[in-house]
């Protein structure tokens, strides 16, 4: 397997190429734009995109999405049953299913946003917007704050400390420097008031 | 990518190193190994999917060499000369990198999370889209660099340059700054509240 990484200036978004180097296939992680760039980089290295793996249908993610299907005869997947006009393969919660001849797992960490996927390819993490480097996704809510947490440290933070964490935005990391450094897990002034009410109950 | 494959020790889940069987942990001879990796550097410029995570390198120069998915993960490197080198989907991850020459480097897409770095130059580099989160920097300089994109959150700085840097989209909330010079660099570029973030 291997792995390119390609930045879209679109919503400043990574764009992922997953190569099966045996058959000469490949995935699209978060298609944000499909650029003339990315497709000859596709073309010399030899592959054919057979797969489309979306972990949300914010624009920022999905803009290339019909330009690459007019190129690609690809499935698309994603936890929604069409984005826009383009049929999907529905994925559900830890899932297991095949892509390009790779094993997959996708999980459903709902929070940034109700369709979050996250997509593991053995110690590979495509964490889309739920967690980036140091951050964890914006939510537009306190509930959708909790519960991105609380998917986070239940499926995601439960993975080994070597899984390395490739995010849809900023620079890659891994489950180890995320457990330690990131600013999401902070506690907020809400959080702390709320715990010495909870020391009341 | 390097390959996933697991080290041989049962029960064990960590990647095997590059031309082994085993993880740095199991490896009967890591420092042959990392010996042998030194090696094989020498008749090439271009090095693809090493996985050298938990080794030692010492007093090596492998300035001008191409590294693309390539990890140091935990790896120790002293007195390394690393200058001029090109870095693509590199993980430095929790490394210990000390007197070390990374200048006029062109880094893009790495990781750097929680490395110690004890008086290295990064100085002239192009550091694209890389995460220092946690870093701890002790004398360092990454003076006339380009830090675009990256991200410097709960670092720890003390006497370390940021001098005549681009900043721009750069996010800099680190949890100690002591002796840090930030002069001539775009600091009202860089995003250092959280509310400025928009993702």
Redesign the interface.
Same mark, same amino acid.
């Given at each position: 397997m291997t792995v390119f990484f390609h930045y879209s200036l679109h919503g400043f978004a990574n764009v992922y190429l997953v190569g099966n180097d045996t058959t000469m296939e490949a995935a699209i992680v978060d298609p944000a734009a499909f650029t003339i760039g990315l497709l000859n980089f596709i073309e010399d290295k030899g592959y054919t995109v057979k797969a489309v793996l979306t972990t949300h249908n914010h624009p920022h993610h999905i803009d290339g999405l019909r330009t690459l299907l007019r190129i690609y005869d690809a499935t698309v997947y994603s936890s929604n049953a069409t984005i826009g006009d383009v049929q999907c393969r529905m994925v559900r919660d830890t899932e297991v299913f095949t892509v390009c001849g790779l094993e997959v797992q996708a999980l459903s960490v709902p929070g940034h946003s109700a369709d979050s996927m996250v997509y593991i390819f053995d110690k590979i993490i495509f964490t889309g917007d739920t967690l980036h480097a140091g951050l964890i996704g914006k939510t537009m809510s306190q509930y959708g704050n909790k519960l991105l947490k609380e998917q986070l440290s239940r499926k995601i933070l439960s993975l080994s400390d070597d899984c390395l964490v490739l995010p849809g935005h900023g620079p890659p990391t891994s489950i180890g420097a995320e457990k330690l450094y990131n600013l999401g897990w902070r506690k907020t002034k809400e959080d702390i008031r709320n715990d010495q009410y909870d020391l009341f109950v | &990518?390097y390959e @996933?494959k697991r080290c041989a020790a049962p029960g064990c889940? #960590?990647?095997a190193l590059h031309g082994s069987e085993y993880c740095s942990k199991h490896h009967p001879d890591p420092d042959g190994l990392s010996a042998s990796i030194l090696q094989e550097f020498t008749g090439t410029d271009v090095i693809k999917n090493l996985n050298a /995570?938990g080794l030692r390198f010492q007093g090596a120069d492998v300035s001008g060499k191409r590294f693309y /998915?390539c990890s140091f %993960?935990r790896a120790i490197l002293q007195n390394m000369n690393f200058s001029a080198c090109t870095f693509? &989907?590199c *993980?430095f991850? *929790?490394s210990f990198i000390d007197s070390s020459d990374f200048s006029g480097i062109d880094a893009q897409? $790495? $990781?750097f999370? !929680?490395a110690r770095f004890l008086n290295v130059s990064f100085e002239h580099s192009e550091l694209v889209? =890389? /995460?220092f =989160? !946690?870093a701890r920097t002790n004398d360092c300089t990454f003076n006339y660099s380009n830090l675009y =994109? %990256?991200?410097f #959150? &709960?670092s720890e700085f003390e006497h370390t340059d940021f001098i005549d840097c681009n900043l721009k989209?750069t996010?800099i #909330?680190p949890n100690k700054e002591s002796e840090v010079s930030w002069r001539l660099s775009n600091t009202q570029e860089a995003i250092r509240e @959280?509310d400025r #973030?928009?993702?």
């Open positions: - | &990518m @996933l889940d #960590i990647t /995570s /998915s %993960s693509r &989907m *993980f991850d *929790f897409y $790495c $990781c999370a !929680g889209h =890389n /995460s =989160n !946690g =994109n %990256s991200r #959150i &709960m989209r996010f #909330i @959280l #973030i928009d993702q």
